[in-house]
Every structure is written in structure tokens, then in C-alpha cells.
């Protein structure tokens, strides 16, 4: 249950934003109300604090506009606690995920030295892509909590600027060893959308439609340490450093067996069950694999025995 603190933290910003506005709101009003959604209903700290500005805006006839700074404060990913607020963000895309949502344009995670966050852009929003690598100014973003983690939404009065900066990420590399249990859905030869790389099921891209694609290797697989497990994503060198498949040979296995599907049987083959040492950046969900190798699985068990030893 959310503490009685965050709740007022929550209703302090909420009065802050419209005291900006030249309004003055009722914080015993917010509070009560805050109490009622996140308590009762269980609604999430980001939307009852939307659904209460949206009230506000109505009770004193505010505009959006009002309530958007002209120039929020710029301030480091680290220093994010709170939903609901206006921020402005020098970061680099760390990471790009595939969307689930008609509704989302793009997803994944942008990193400053100060830490890592998830950043949603809306489709209303109806902003350029950003690019996975590539630093960028997001001003007039919006702090937002889902599933209990902080987030930050992109939307209409949002502005994003690539610039030239190299923003330095936080040391994120690890090193594990363990066993390659299971491979998931949309592995092995995949389609994307040539707009805007999407993965793409029988030919649609779930936001462009029936597009031009393009192929691509990869895998979405669960490696087990014997303690934890990590998702993982090896991409087109990975698979064929270990296999000796790559992208023209899957083409290739693809068009004789007239089944794409045949790739991933043969990747199965080679992988399942096999003992891995990989190196690479552990993301929010995935671990983005730069080195991998096969290992016997007694040096596998002494490379696991020793990792824990470190840790401890």
C-alpha cells in the first residue's frame, strides 16, 4: 500500500504545478482524493494523479498549456522519485523494445551517468523516432509510475532534440554462466517492419500495417546460473559465432525447407541445453549480449563456483 508520505509528496506536486499556473487549489481536497483512488480503487500513483489535474483543470478552467513550463527543469534520470512531474532529460537510447500497443510509438530505456529509466512515446504524441546510441534533449517529458516503477511519457507538448553529446551510461557490464533452458516466441529468422523495426507477424507490422520488411537473426532466450535467470538477446554475429549460422545462411535453410520455422529447429538443436559464458549489459528486462562462447560444463561449474565467491 502506498504510504501516507508518498501521498502527500504526490499531492505537494500537484499543487506546485497549478500554483505555477497562478492558481491556488485545495490540498486537502487532493489528499483525500488520492486516498480514494490509490487506496480504495487501487488505481496507480501516475493515473490517479492524472485523473486529479484533469479535475482541477476543469474545476478553475486551466489549460493544459497552462500547467506545461515553457522550459522544464533539466534534471538527471537519478534524480527522478515522483510521478507526475514536468522534467526535461539529457540521455542516450540504451535500448529500443518492441511495442505491444497500437497506441505506443516507440519504447525501451534511455540512460544518463545517473541511472537508467524506461521512456514511453505516444503515437499521439506524433514526434520523430529516436535511435538506439544516439544522445537527445527530452523536454517537457512527464514523470509516470506503472507496475510500481518509474517511467517517463513523451507526449504532445513534449519536444525531443537529438544532440552531440556523449552521454555516459552507469557501469552496467556483467558476466554469466549458465545454461541456455529455453528459447522464446519471435527468435530465430524474424521479419521487421522497414519503418520502424518492428518485428512483424505473417507480414504486418502491428503499427504500420501490411509493409516492406526486412529479415533479421536473432534470439530471445533464458540462460540458468543454477541461482537466477537472465532473458537474453543474441543478435545475428552471436548466433553465428556460435552456430556458424547467420542471416544468409538461415535465408538459405529457410527458402530449401520452404519453412522459415526450419531455422529455429536448427538453431534449437544447436543451443538448447548447451552451457554459455556471456558477456554484456543487463537492461530493465534483457542482458544485450557483446561476447559469447560455448563451455564445457565442468568449467561452467567452476566458473559458477568462483562468481559466487566474489560475491560473497
Not at 29 to 50: C, D, M, Q, S, T
Not at 240 to 245: A, S, V
Not at 247 to 276: F, Q
Amino acid at each position: 500500500m502506498v504510504k501516507d508520505e508518498k501521498i502527500a509528496s504526490l499531492a505537494d506536486s500537484i499543487v506546485s504545478r497549478f500554483r505555477n499556473a497562478g492558481v491556488e487549489v485545495e490540498r486537502s481536497e487532493i489528499v483525500k482524493r488520492l486516498k480514494l483512488l490509490i487506496h480504495e480503487f487501487k488505481v496507480p500513483e501516475g493515473e490517479a494523479v492524472r485523473t486529479i489535474t484533469n479535475w482541477l483543470m476543469k474545476e478553475h478552467e486551466v489549460s493544459r498549456e497552462q500547467l506545461v513550463e515553457k522550459e522544464s527543469a533539466l534534471v538527471k534520470i537519478g534524480d527522478i522519485n515522483k510521478a507526475g512531474e514536468w522534467v526535461s532529460l539529457k540521455a542516450r537510447v540504451v535500448q529500443l523494445w518492441d511495442a505491444t500497443s497500437p497506441n505506443v510509438s516507440q519504447v525501451g530505456l534511455i540512460g544518463d551517468e545517473t541511472g537508467i529509466v524506461k521512456f514511453v512515446i505516444w503515437v499521439k504524441a506524433g514526434k520523430g523516432e529516436v535511435e538506439e546510441g544516439k544522445s537527445y534533449l527530452f523536454k517537457n517529458v512527464v514523470t509516470d509510475s506503472f507496475g510500481g516503477r518509474l517511467q517517463v511519457n513523451v507526449n504532445r507538448f513534449s519536444e525531443i532534440v537529438e544532440i552531440d553529446e556523449e552521454i555516459q551510461l552507469p557501469p552496467k557490464e556483467i558476466e554469466v554462466v549458465g545454461a541456455l533452458v529455453a528459447i522464446q516466441q519471435n527468435s530465430a529468422l524474424i521479419q521487421r517492419c522497414s519503418e520502424c523495426r518492428r518485428v512483424m507477424t505473417k507480414g504486418i507490422c502491428p503499427v504500420h500495417g501490411k509493409v516492406k520488411g526486412y529479415d533479421d537473426l536473432r534470439i530471445k532466450g533464458v540462460l540458468d546460473d543454477g541461482a537466477s535467470i537472465y532473458e537474453i538477446i543474441l543478435n545475428q554475429d552471436n548466433i553465428k559465432e556460435l552456430t556458424g549460422i547467420g542471416l544468409d545462411e538461415a535465408v538459405k535453410i529457410a527458402h530449401e525447407t520452404l519453412d522459415r520455422n526450419a531455422v529455429l529447429s536448427e538453431l534449437k538443436k544447436a543451443l538448447l541445453g548447451r552451457y554459455l559464458k556471456v558477456d554484456g549489459t543487463k537492461g530493465e528486462r534483457f542482458l544485450l549480449v557483446k561476447h559469447v562462447e560455448f563451455i564445457r560444463e565442468a568449467d561452467a561449474k567452476e566458473l559458477l563456483e568462483e562468481l559466487q565467491e566474489e560475491l560473497q
